[in-house]
């Protein structure tokens, strides 16, 4: 029975951070937004936007790079 939980808790936390550079670019792009909004006072909008865009990027970079090493393999 602790091995099944062991193994689920292994795969649901596996969901989150499987691509560690997926995690730290998201991570890093935040941190940016944030500190251009509180110091530089880039307006909310365009923080949202930049985030919204930011992360299409980043998402659309590790689809292309996991797609990538799999055709790799074959």
């Known amino acids: 029975m602790m091995n099944i939980l062991t193994v689920a808790l292994k795969e649901f936390f596996g969901m989150f951070i499987d691509d560690g550079a997926l995690a730290l670019a998201a991570l890093l792009l935040a941190a940016i937004v944030g500190v251009l909004v509180k110091f530089a006072h880039v307006d909310a909008l365009l923080a949202a936007a930049l985030l919204l865009l930011g992360c299409l990027l980043i998402l659309a970079e590790s689809l292309t790079r996991a ?8």
């Open 67 to 74: 797609a990538r090493r799999r055709f790799q393999r074959k």
